[in-house]
């Protein structure tokens, strides 16, 4: 190891981009597979998806929404309704052209036949397939508001793949809702952008960004997108979910109509809005140390691991009995409105390796319970927001009394600690000279180092966006939805401006 | 209507697959979409669909396993590597073979483009693609065994399609695990058909033979497979999980290896079993009735529906209080571990109406409550497994104390009447002629309806199996594990035989 005091190497600041991998790998979270650009979601990764799913889906029944599945394959002539939409992804698409293989001529092998009259695409995204069912869905002014949720894979083909964070393959979910109106439109539009912000801050322990994207960034087809934008440890921003207003525009390409309380036939207005597996790679990147994976408690597969000392205790059996007891204690514990979950480690392993396997996974919890803690009737307790050697003995009473504040304490401490973070490197800049030496790494070795968000006035002129694009790969993250926006002027074009935007490089 | 006094046309008797169609579009389950042979799962059937799935996944985690996720294509190479696996599937697969799209050369316009170096196959099962992630994983005997589920998507191209029954694409999970032993793989194989078929009596309350399948109708590449049977209400027997012995089939096809204990490098024992939607239908095809979809309490998307009847009150906000005060106190109890899920419908539609279309939807109970059920403090209920006139006032207070009692009834009472079903539909023969007579038809413009399960001595001969399916259409559905079968002679061959196997027509 180049660093023998840390547990990943490199560390994020000898190298970020390996560092993230190297985290992923620690934590046994996921990994490349044999099919370019698809991974592997392992258990550790799964489960903490599977909360991420659970966790959100509450919101969105809360918030009235129904899930249903559509289809996976969607025909060409369906995603050339919309013309943006299909210039958007006609790149990077999957596309089966057979449906079944038979014996190659020559022998040797299998190739694909039964040609289909029509290709199908491989879903990017389904506002167009469901689109068609909502156009039969939808008769009258009664059936509105229509609020759908679909959990599936969807697959983009991308060209630079990093695991969690741009796959050709992911997880994701994409709501799809019809309105009467433009203005329930776009109120649902931002009131499910409101849902995954605090999805973010309060499980997540991610801070975010509100806002809308400038034309130049936003989704295919359509008239408004909105995000929420978190900034990395290397100070990179990373879209992390986004809600669209669509207008009447996959209305008209869908024929979605309804008959008015006025009996008018009238043309629907729709919105979209998708998190996916990204969130994981969101939380790598906003919590995971030097040491590994840090899980917020909120959204952790397990929130304790037990790990029994028994190699030099006269009575192994008692240890281990005192350790089910403890699990079965912990499990009577409800923490985020679910009882605590809690592993028994009992692998025949080196101690020492395992307390530091369960570092870089980022359980919150660590006790180490031997014959000794067991007289003294005491758990030795370590917490991943602490440092590794920060550990100690606690009365069994008070560590299983307090667990659940203990649980609170750390995902408050997360959310603090990240905002500290993205604060100190969030800058308001008035001068062009000043954003670019902002944007500039101070050492050309380490080139992903570099200021963070830069608050920056903009009237709104692409042109500006597009210079600053081409000579600094920085953009527009988001234009924030802050009350008291007071107006300035742009430092890049002189111009008057409405506010500050948001400019960051990204992922 | 042919027949105004049922809510069905046409009923089981009149025309048994149009009745099935027509009770999944009565109670808004799921539809056909554009792409062909691939559903489209409303909300209704969704949230079916996510009662089976959470109660199977809590199932499969008590067991010991864990979920992951893999990805969707498999290139065909590796699906190549099992020579009777292929075979199994080569006939019904989506392929991908380009990875964008681009005008066409006349400009009207997409085409494919991006030709693939190799093809990939869009997942009609993981054993290939999973076993390769396997391969990777597995080193050591400590590595094992190593259980693993996966909740995905699946595509087989399929020439006749239904609802739920045969999809093109349908959702299912898939589990798979490795093991050091024959014995072991082979026990495992065992434990899951026992989850199956208690999933199915206690949870769906769907009676299920379980057994093992001929060698004719064995999964493509296993060993043996396993499989829960349960008898529809034409008499057809229907398919509902299989669990397959792999042997190391699959491990020396896809290089799963291991160290020993004793260190030598050993093929590992894979098994792989799965459920899909088509539990759906077969919980239809169950239980639904001539009016309509009657649910399992235990997996019903809600068990209760409130109908506040305002029209004729003097002050419809004291009825819409008392409602709203009711569903608070149902969905504090508990049932079946979880509180009892209740709806409230204030649809301004005809009372009739609105009664029907939830006896079609199944609902466990319907409330009907109006002014002069909140004066006596009564509520007016009906059952959805007693006839739809007969309901009648019950006083609130003896509603709520014996609500959970009253859905633990109604999941008893389908199961009986699904067991007294099926055993007034199966027979023990032991003539060919009285076994011809069974299956044939006593109606012949009701082909549909025949004699049900017929448990024949067969001793082991395929020859006579594939008489009978000639003739008949009918085949072993599965030789059955009753520990007490008592030996025989095969009517068909005169040869002896050790035990009497069930014979079907199947979907």
Redesign the interface.
């Known amino acids: 190891m180049s660093n023998p005091k840390t547990a990943i190497t490199p560390t994020r600041e000898e190298n970020y981009p390996e560092w993230y991998q190297q985290v992923i790998r620690a934590a046994d979270m996921a ?1 490349n ?3 370019r650009g ?6 550790w990764g ?2 903490l ?2 909360n991420i799913q659970r966790t959100l889906d509450g919101m969105f029944k809360a918030t009235g929404h ?15 309704k919309e013309a943006q939409h ?1 210039e958007g992804f ?13 014996a190659s001529p020559d022998g040797t ?4 036949a ?1 040609k289909l009259d029509e ?4 879903r990017p995204t389904s506002e167009t ?1 469901i689109g ?2 909502f156009a ?1 869905w939808v008769q009258s002014y ?1 059936d509105l508001p229509l609020l ?1 949720n679909q959990w ?2 969807v ?1 983009r ?1 991308e060209l630079r793949t990093r695991l969690f964070l741009r796959t050709t ?1 992911f ?1 994701w979910q994409e709501g799809h809702t019809v309105h009467a109106t433009r203005e329930e439109a776009v109120a649902e539009t931002l009131q499910m952008l409101r849902v995954y912000a605090e999805f973010a801050e309060e499980h997540m322990a991610m801070p975010v960004v509100t806002g809308v994207k400038t034309a130049g960034e936003r989704f295919p087809g359509a008239v408004d997108t909105y995000c929420i934008e978190a900034m990395m440890q290397d100070r990179k921003a990373l879209q992390a979910g986004t809600s669209h207003f669509l207008g009447q525009n996959f209305a008209k390409a869908s024929e979605i109509r309804f008959q008015s309380e006025a009996g008018e036939l009238e043309y629907a207005w729709t919105t979209s809005w998708g998190v996916s597996t990204r969130l994981v790679g969101a939380l790598i990147m906003t919590h995971a140390d030097d040491d590994g994976l840090v899980l917020p408690p909120n959204l952790a597969p397990a929130h304790v691991v037990i790990m029994p000392v028994t190699f030099k205790a006269d009575d192994p059996k008692a240890v281990e009995d005192y350790c089910d007891q403890l699990a079965a204690d912990v499990r009577k514990i409800i923490y985020n409105g679910r009882p605590v979950e809690v592993e028994i480690d009992r ?1 025949d392993i080196r101690g020492g390796d395992k307390v530091w396997q369960w570092i870089k996974k980022g359980i919150p919890i660590r006790l180490e319970v031997g014959p000794r803690d067991m007289a003294s009737d005491s758990v030795f307790m370590g917490r991943r927001d602490r440092p590794a050697k920060e550990k100690g003995a606690v009365a069994r009473t008070e560590f299983l009394a307090t667990l659940a504040d203990t649980l609170a304490d750390m995902q408050r401490t997360l959310l603090e600690r990240a905002r500290a973070f993205r604060a100190a490197h969030t800058r308001e800049i008035d001068t062009k000279d000043e954003f670019y030496a902002f944007f500039t790494p101070e050492n050309a070795e380490r080139p992903e180092m570099h200021g963070g968000f830069a608050m920056t006035h903009w009237s709104g002129d692409a042109a500006v966006e597009e210079q600053i694009r081409t000579d600094l790969s920085v953009t527009i993250r988001c234009i924030p939805d802050i009350p008291d926006a007071t107006p300035g002027t742009c430092p890049f074009s002189g111009k008057p401006s409405a506010r500050r935007v948001v400019w960051a490089k990204a992922y």
């Open positions: 990994e597979s044999d099919v698809c991974m592997v979601i392992k258990p799964y489960a998806w599977e129904r899930n249903a599945y559509f289809p996976l394959f969607i025909p060409l002539s369906f995603l050339e299909v006609a790149k990077e698409c999957a596309v089966v052209t057979h449906h079944r293989l038979e092998g299998l190739v694909p039964g290709p199908l695409v491989v397939i068609a069912a039969r009664r759908i599936a894979n697959v083909w393959e997880l692998r």
